[in-house]
């Protein structure tokens, strides 16, 4: 099966995928109600899964139950 570092359950996160086969995961909950700030990419190349912290003057908030957009040139992931 597939290995990951991440140590938790998600849910209530958005995906969204790219025609390269990258999976963008984004915010949830965990199994303490905690919400998730953080991104997660699926790379075919790189496994396991490639935790980021999402930072910068725009980076959204950790939410849940949220929807998530990406835009068809793939230069942004927009959440809502």
Do not use: C
């Not at 949220?66 to 942004?76: E, F, G, I, N, R």
Request: neutral net charge.
């Amino acid at each position: 099966g597939l290995r990951s570092k991440v140590d938790y359950i998600r849910y209530g996160h958005t995906a969204a995928n790219d025609d390269n086969g990258i999976i963008y995961i984004f915010g949830g909950m965990d199994e303490t109600l905690l919400v998730r700030d953080d991104l997660l990419i699926d790379i075919k190349k790189t496994k396991p899964w490639l935790l980021q912290t999402v930072g910068g003057p725009k980076a959204p908030e950790g939410r849940a139950f949220h929807t998530a957009t990406l835009l068809p040139d793939k230069t942004m992931l927009i959440i809502w």
